[in-house]
């Protein structure tokens, strides 16, 4: 079964230029988390979809952060314009749906440099 | 206070050795509590949840402490394959947030 695909897996922008991520989560997982991961810390999530919904997404810098998951399966996370501090690892990952918790399969990520 | 909070780290320990993660949360109505391990510039993947009675993987052992807002892991006969870094995961209450600790690295060395 193929895991959660995401790409590029590397970009690098200079800054005040748009950029864009694609992830296509595991078949079959209705929920989708991207998050973004500095240097030295853990996964803070920017946003989460239930389907098309976007249930969660406190965490968006919605001044230059969008994202759409338009037909409920592949999502894109865009920035414009990028900013230096915006330099990460943006992670994607995928669940099955529930009131639980159910595992998050995680995506290789898309390193983002931007200069 | 970060909401969720790991030992800084790293922890550079021999092979054979036993090691002890600790991670405290600040909300105490969450819910769920996991282990999950990176290695080195890899994605994220569930190590093993945590229950209230504690629980146990082979080597691994978690430990939930409710009344102290703590939890912890225990690696016992560490091997060079167990070197990454082991993330703290905490489901909050309301929704899904779930709020990832900072890591702790671990080292084993032969």
């Known amino acids: 079964e193929a895991g959660v695909v995401q790409s590029p897996r590397y970009k690098i922008i200079e800054k005040k230029q748009p950029v864009a991520f694609w992830c296509n989560p595991i078949?079959?997982?209705?929920?989708l988390y991207w998050y973004r991961q500095n240097l030295g810390q853990g996964p803070e999530l920017l946003i989460r979809?239930?389907?098309?919904?976007?249930?969660?997404d406190s965490q968006l810098p919605k001044d230059r952060f969008s994202a759409e998951r338009l037909k409920g399966v592949d999502s894109t996370l865009k920035i414009q314009p990028a900013e230096l501090g915006d330099s990460a690892v943006y992670l994607c990952?995928?669940?099955?749906?529930?009131?639980?918790?159910?595992?998050?399969?995680f995506g290789p990520g898309t390193r983002l440099t931007v200069t | 206070r970060k909401e969720v909070e790991q030992d800084p780290g790293p922890f550079n320990v021999p092979e054979g050795a036993t090691v002890a993660f600790n991670c405290t949360y600040s909300?105490?109505?969450?819910?769920?509590f996991f282990w999950y391990r990176q290695d080195c510039r890899k994605e994220p993947k569930l190590l093993m949840s945590?229950?209230?009675s504690g629980n146990e993987d082979g080597r691994f052992t978690a430990q939930l402490n409710r009344a102290s807002q703590y939890i912890s892991l225990l690696i016992r006969d560490s091997k060079l394959s167990d070197s990454a870094t082991y993330l703290c995961?905490?489901?909050?209450?309301?929704?899904?947030?779930?709020?990832f600790g900072a890591g702790t690295r671990l080292f084993v060395k032969a």
């Open positions: 909300n105490s109505a969450s819910q769920s």
């Open positions: 979809y239930e389907n098309e919904e976007a249930v969660d």
């Open positions: 945590v229950y209230s």
């Open positions: 990952a995928s669940s099955v749906p529930g009131q639980g918790y159910y595992e998050q399969y």
């Open positions: 078949s079959g997982h209705n929920t």
């Open positions: 995961v905490v489901k909050g209450n309301g929704g899904f947030k779930t709020i």
